[in-house]
């Protein structure tokens, strides 16, 4: 592995070559989140409306899905402090935008933006990092899981992508409400609970058919997206002493529509050297760290990235290979000889 540096490194070596609108809040962003508010307003009406058919419902349920995660993506977005910078705005905007997710604001400034920025791929204070063998096994569940063949696993890891931000959240939840403490505890829990309150009381208002297109349906889809570019964002590189951006992250390709909807997500790498800066300039951060460290930049199609990830097992070995117990295999991960169009691994 190259020596590691941290974020603050590259970040001081490329920030001069930014310009400085970057770095300040741009409000203009939430015309598109206007726009998914609009779309969801109007699928939900015409599911609650019109006695429409299974083939309708089930399009106008793919929408809510898309627009659900995008809705996430903005914030996560807003969350950072990239849209608005006044504390209680950004958190109802974050809130609004999260709703649909059921992740409040509190928890995920705690979650995402404190520990796991702060502490990414370290396998002992990152919330998102996946364990090492030795840690995994000691888990009654996990073994049980790692005596199926990778394949077998593999499509049921993808299957679990659709509920897996959910569960997640729920899970990170139980791990850091204790941190909170008086009013901010009691504003976590009521975040927590209100779109959840909000989403079950629809549900006894038109019924389950049709809250099974408007919520139940659109939210696995939902998951699937998001949680589609979070897989990727760090599963297939190493565990990391050092906070290394460019050695730690991802960042996938998709066309540029995508990107487009989905609020330049795809730029995962970018996003950790710069998790304040407006997304709209993250092609331009890009553009140099290739022209200065092109042989530490981490980038694959999202679909390769993905097909990737399903070749691989999601455990570690050491730090810098993925082990698969069942095969006694270890892979290697980006920076160390993982290879996406010939995956390589070795006997142990």
């Not at 990170?172 to 009013?183: D, T």
Request: hydrophobic share 45%.
């Amino acid at each position: 592995m190259k020596e590691l540096k941290t974020f603050g490194w590259y970040a001081a070596r490329v920030s001069p070559s930014l310009p400085k609108e970057a770095f300040q809040p741009a409000p203009t962003r939430l015309i598109g989140g206007l726009a998914y508010l609009v779309v969801v307003f109007a699928s939900l009406s015409a599911l609650i409306t019109f006695q429409l058919s299974p083939i309708v419902n089930i399009v106008i349920a793919v929408v809510l899905g898309f627009s659900y995660a995008s809705m996430g993506f903005l914030g996560h977005e807003i969350l950072h402090g990239t849209v608005v910078r006044t504390p209680w705005l950004r958190n109802f905007l974050g809130a609004i935008f999260f709703w649909p997710l059921c992740t409040g604001p509190r928890l995920w400034r705690k979650w995402h933006n404190i520990e796991h920025h702060v502490h990414t791929q370290d396998e002992a204070k990152d919330p998102d990092a996946w364990p090492t063998v030795n840690k995994a096994t000691k888990n009654f569940i996990v073994r049980s899981v790692y005596k199926l063949p990778l394949s077998v696993r593999s499509l049921f890891g993808f299957l679990f992508l659709a509920i897996q931000f959910s569960l997640h959240s729920l899970n990170m939840f139980k791990l850091y409400l204790k941190e909170f403490n008086g009013k901010n505890r009691s504003a976590v829990v009521f975040q927590l609970l209100l779109p959840w309150a909000s989403w079950i009381g629809l549900l006894f208002l038109i019924g389950p058919v049709k809250w099974f297109f408007a919520f139940l349906l659109p939210l696995l889809i939902a998951n699937f997206i998001v949680m589609g570019y979070i897989s990727t964002n760090h599963r297939l590189n190493p565990l990391v002493d050092v906070n290394d951006p460019l050695a730690n992250c991802l960042t996938v390709t998709v066309p540029k529509w995508v990107d487009v909807l989905n609020f330049n997500f795809s730029y995962h790498t970018e996003h950790h050297l710069f998790p304040a800066m407006n997304p709209k300039y993250y092609p331009l951060v890009k553009e140099e760290i290739l022209k200065q460290w092109p042989e530490r930049y981490h980038q694959m199609s999202l679909a390769r990235a993905l097909m990737t990830l399903y070749k691989t097992p999601r455990v570690y070995h050491e730090k810098n290979e993925l082990f698969d117990p069942h095969g006694n295999a270890a892979y290697r991960t980006l920076g160390n000889g993982l290879n996406p169009k010939e995956i390589q691994y070795r006997k142990l």
